[in-house]
């Protein structure tokens, strides 16, 4: 709470809160990779139309290329444990369901799709 | 029968005789190659419907007992059996026949049989029971809301249903309770010229029982062997027209 009375006269000028003081943001771990498949700010906004999309690319038409595989998020976004095993991105806490439970957004996808990398098994065997 | 679709022959007569003009390799522009009349797709590519797929089920090789096919299909797509083996997945499964009157015995595997007019697409209230443009006949499980009209609907009753919350799914093959499923062909190695698993499983144990390819490419092995033998396909009868075509029965 202190930090909103030193931030008062600010308040005072603006009318407006900064976000980080209204409420914690989601914190996640940090992803694997130099960057996302898209600006970070794109991402924010639209990856679930990105998902939606390339979802629908591949299922209906065979197409297994492009940057927005669902595959491709897990492979950069899960994170270890202590004791160096997966935690699945959906995991309380985790990357996708971080923001998701700060914005009460709820998603099925990974009650199919896989929430940890297959590294140690090569595709298709 | 689709061992005679010629819809799309002339236009792979000209190309055969362009490639045989221009040797092995014919180049139409930069990126772009002819490496091989049959039916590889690329990656980017979407599946085209100059490609059929198809399956030749040889049962003269099909050896009873030996089910290479089913293990490898369930390591491929992660199906786990439960103790309840009613409600267990099953995208293909080995029957044997006995005909009473000559003692004759086969075995043979069944699984969906990638029909051109299938009844589960005719029946799907949603459109996620749908025939892909290249024959591989697939439930889009974003769609499907498990009514199961279509396992109703199937003749070859090739499709499950998963009634449990699953754990442990395979990155390329996603599932979960609450839709059906079904032989896929393995679309995600067919799609990067790839054989399904249980084509390579049987090609491994040394039975060649399974032959996949495109049944539109004439100069294809598949449509080649379907014009040699004697095949049928199941329950003919019913028009549906499938893709699995079997030898021996």
Known sequence: ?125 | MAAGDTSTLPRRELLGRASALAGLVVSFAPGMRLIDLAAAKPDGEAASAEVRWGMLVDTTRCVSGCDACVNACATEHGLEMTDRPEIDAQWIRKVDLIDEDSGKEISLPVMCQHCEDAPCVAVCPTGASFRREDGIVLVNQHTCIGCRYCMMACPYKARSFIHINLTGQRTHSPRGKGTVESCTFCVHRVDRDREPACVEACTAAGHQALLFGDLSDNEGELAQRLGEVQTQQLRSDLGTNPGVHYHGL
Do not use: K
């Not at chain 1, 979802?55 to 065979?62: A, L, Y």
């Open chain 1, 1 to 125: 709470m202190g930090s909103v009375w030193r931030l008062l006269p600010l308040i005072m000028l603006t009318g407006v809160l900064p976000w980080s003081v209204i409420a914690d943001e989601p914190i996640f771990p940090r992803a694997r990779g130099e960057r996302c498949v898209e600006p970070v700010g794109v991402m924010r906004r639209a990856h679930f139309e990105f998902l939606n999309h390339q979802g629908q690319q591949t299922v209906e038409r065979g197409i297994r290329i492009g940057r927005h595989s669902l595959a491709g998020c897990v492979g950069c976004h899960a994170a270890r444990d202590q004791n160096a095993d997966w935690v699945p991105v959906s995991a309380p806490g985790q990357f996708c369901d971080s923001c998701h439970s700060y914005a009460a957004v709820r998603i099925d996808c990974f009650s199919c799709h896989r929430a940890v990398p297959e590294a140690d098994r090569a595709m298709g065997n």
